[in-house]
């Protein structure tokens, strides 16, 4: 095993270290239990959004705390949830008065420590709402969840149920706006190799060197199919077809094209498989009007990518564009 570590032990502790040191502008870590923090929260009067889940997806979600997005990140360990006291301490550090929205992504362990820490958090006078995203299309069920899991819809909507909290939207209307986009995103990934969890040092699982995974999933879970590696294009199509089908998106959709890398994948990858996919929808009538590309949602050093698709409207749209300043993702501020 090759990383650029100390300890396997210590990687998720230093790791954070380094991340209160680098961006001490715009968050700060608290350390018992560890949470990602938004620096001016809370944020009186304003809905609080805490996301969380295991560690090695980075920038997602610690990267992404800060005005227009989360107030608070629950970091677990490499592939493991967080534990319910974080997500409790989480909540009440960035409790306003407006109450909480907690964005959950659909693993089961993820659910279960969400829900505890809700019901703890309701106890102690907090509004808590929680919505599960679930988009992606590869599974129905996998090793991790009962029923879809979820993937890139997280970040799209951490940012844009982040710009509504920040416009002064109530719970109830941030909570309708992440069930929003859940609903109307989905996404599938692919790898062409696995990665390697500091603690076990060996990968995951294995991939012939001819070989790619058509469905993984961000912990390295079996996919759809494993076959022998194709063109950036035949990709493209495996991944597109049954996201479009799905939904399924029609011509005259307008819509955000996510392009995701998994860690280890070069953006001028990326770019070509963002020139395929705008090809693939082009061809079906469909406009991307918003796009993003790199990696946001990762698998630690695994190369591959995964698509993300959103069908927008004005609402979605504007929320899209409204300012973000986050050490993942930043514009208009």
């Known amino acids: 095993m090759k990383k650029l570590i100390n300890d396997p032990a210590d990687v998720v502790k230093e790791a954070l270290q380094g991340v209160a040191e680098a961006h001490g502008d715009r968050l700060r870590v608290l350390t018992d239990p560890y949470v990602v923090v938004r620096a001016d929260a809370p944020v009186q009067g304003?809905?609080?959004?805490?996301?969380?889940?295991?560690?090695?997806?980075?920038?997602?979600?610690?990267?992404f705390v800060g005005p227009g997005m989360l107030d608070a990140a629950c970091p677990g360990e490499v592939f493991t949830s967080p534990t319910p006291d974080q997500m409790?301490?989480?909540?009440?550090?960035?409790?306003?008065?407006?109450?909480?929205?907690?964005?959950?992504?659909?693993?089961?362990?993820?659910?279960l420590n969400f829900e505890m820490a809700a019901d703890l958090a309701r106890e102690e006078g907090i509004e808590v709402e929680a919505v599960v995203i679930d988009d992606d299309v590869a599974v129905q069920d996998s090793l991790y969840t009962a029923g879809r899991r979820g993937v890139g819809a997280t970040v799209l909507a951490e940012k844009i149920c982040g710009a509504a909290a920040e416009q002064g939207q109530s719970l109830a209307e941030v909570a309708d706006l992440c069930r929003k986009v859940n609903a109307?995103?989905?996404?599938?990934?692919?790898?062409?190799?696995s990665c390697t969890v500091p603690a076990a040092g060996k990968p995951t699982f294995e991939l012939g060197a001819q070989e790619m995974e058509i469905g993984i999933g961000i912990h390295g879970e079996p996919g759809r199919e494993r076959r022998a590696v194709a063109p950036a294009r035949e990709v493209v199509e495996?991944?597109?077809?049954?996201?479009?089908?799905?939904?399924?998106?029609?011509?005259?959709?307008?819509?955000?094209?996510?392009?995701?890398?998994?860690?280890?994948?070069?953006?001028?990858?990326?770019?070509?498989?963002?020139?395929?996919?705008?090809?693939?929808?082009?061809?079906?009538?469909?406009?991307?009007?918003?796009?993003?590309?790199?990696?946001?949602?990762?698998?630690?050093?695994?190369?591959?990518?995964?698509?993300?698709?959103?069908?927008?409207?004005?609402?979605?749209?504007?929320?899209?564009?409204a300012p973000v300043n986050t050490p993942g993702l930043r514009w208009g501020a």
């Open 184 to 193: 109307n995103a989905r996404s599938m990934g692919m790898a062409l190799t």
């Open 88 to 111: 409790l301490a989480g909540t009440k550090a960035i409790d306003g008065g407006a109450g909480v929205l907690h964005i959950v992504k659909n693993y089961t362990g993820d659910i």
């Open 238 to 321: 495996l991944l597109a077809t049954p996201i479009v089908d799905d939904l399924p998106f029609s011509s005259g959709d307008r819509v955000l094209a996510f392009v995701n890398g998994m860690g280890g994948t070069p953006l001028i990858e990326l770019y070509i498989v963002y020139n395929d996919l705008y090809r693939f929808l082009g061809d079906r009538g469909i406009e991307i009007s918003r796009n993003l590309i790199g990696p946001y949602i990762t698998s630690l050093e695994m190369q591959g990518c995964s698509i993300t698709l959103l069908k927008l409207d004005d609402e979605l749209t504007a929320f899209w564009d």
């Open 46 to 63: 304003k809905v609080g959004l805490l996301s969380g889940g295991g560690s090695g997806h980075e920038p997602m979600h610690g990267g």
